[in-house]
């Protein structure tokens, strides 16, 4: 039996119970690394011992931090959901063999500039090497809870992306994923559905150069609390289909006998059989229906979803294809940025919003 890597409430009763009050000697505190992931791996480092560790956190300690958090994650969903059904382990070994889609979606104003710097980057790198300020849409939120600043993003699991963050496609190699992880939402999300927080209104301070409040008790508070949990949703890319998979399982398990659930099991049972890589990834997360009805949100609900991040920046290497809107096709085949991409770029299928 695998145990979980860090026993937190062991830990700390540990220290209550016994009254022990340990003195921390008081030297200069070493910065952790400026990476996507970082304040997670503090705040883990934190849970375990209050004394400072007094060892740098640097990239290669984050990365294997990451790889550990994600190895007991997976453990603990294999024994929660232990046994597994017959059609539970068929999706297991079906989806295995269909790498999941990796797309980074981009609004058209950026698609220029990425095209000459030749990378999808970083918040962060783009502000230090002082270039034009791009339509970003990373929130200081999740700066705060796992430092969003300093990745890039891709959705993991949709066919053609997430377009609320943009209107061209840009889809990644398979072999993109050894330089990400990924949890199954943002962190605004989390923190608004999961935390129960007003992830809007904490996002309004930080905008307008506010701090927000350091009081665990404040409802707008972002500390430790929050950290701990949103480091247990941690996925490294070798999981990434068997989390999706996962996923998909729980939300098969708690569909009940209306008649968007049975809908649902039935596009289930059509996944088991599909061959086709990208009409199994449509029947896992099918496309959202503009203006759709409740009963047709329910019809569709999606399996599973990963936001994929990655460090600093993805460089054009690991473009695969540049999808832009129809009507903006010759325009950006004239640029002259876009010129050693030309085989890459094509227009969006029609109705792909």
């Known amino acids: 039996m695998i145990q979980r890597c860090c026993i937190f409430l062991f830990v700390i009763s540990l220290y209550f119970s016994t009254g022990y009050a340990q003195s921390v000697v008081k030297k200069p505190v070493v910065k952790p690394a400026q990476l996507g992931g970082a304040p997670l791996a503090e705040t883990r480092r934190k849970a375990i011992n209050v004394l400072p560790f007094q060892r740098q956190l640097d990239a290669s300690k984050i990365k294997r931090w990451l790889e550990i958090s994600s190895q007991c994650t997976m453990s603990e969903f294999e024994l929660f959901l232990s046994p597994l059904s017959v059609q539970e382990k068929e999706l297991l070994k079906v989806i295995e063999s269909k790498p999941a889609p990796i797309v980074n979606r981009l609004k058209f104003e950026n698609l220029r500039h990425v095209l000459k710097q030749k990378a999808l980057v970083s918040l962060r790198v783009e502000e230090e090497s002082a270039h034009d300020q791009l339509a970003h849409t990373t929130p200081a939120v999740e700066n705060l809870l796992y430092g969003a600043f300093d990745v890039v993003f891709a959705s993991v699991g949709p066919p053609h992306g997430s377009p609320r963050y943009g209107d061209v496609i840009i889809r990644l190699k398979d072999s993109v994923r050894e330089n990400g992880w990924a949890t199954p939402f943002s962190g605004m999300h989390f923190m608004y ?161």
Request: charged residues 25%; glycine residues 4%; hydrophobic residues 35%.
């Open 193 to 353: 559905a999961i935390r129960h927080k007003n992830a809007r209104k904490m996002q309004d301070m930080l905008a307008a150069g506010k701090t927000l409040p350091k009081s665990p008790y404040n409802p707008l508070n972002l500390g430790f609390d929050d950290r701990l949990h949103f480091s247990h949703y941690v996925v490294t890319e070798k999981s990434w289909n068997k989390a999706l998979a996962y996923q998909a399982i729980l939300v098969h398990r708690n569909l009940d006998d209306s008649l968007a659930s049975k809908k649902v099991k039935q596009r289930f049972a059509e996944m088991l059989s599909e061959k086709n890589p990208q009409k199994f990834w449509s029947l896992f997360i099918p496309p959202r229906l503009k203006n759709g009805t409740p009963q047709q949100d329910a019809e569709n609900v999606p399996f599973g979803y990963l936001e994929g991040k990655f460090d600093d920046q993805i460089s054009s290497d690991f473009f695969t294809s540049i999808e832009v809107p129809a009507d903006k096709l010759s325009e950006v085949q004239s640029w002259p940025e876009a010129q050693p991409f030309l085989h890459l770029i094509h227009p969006k299928p029609a109705g792909q919003p």
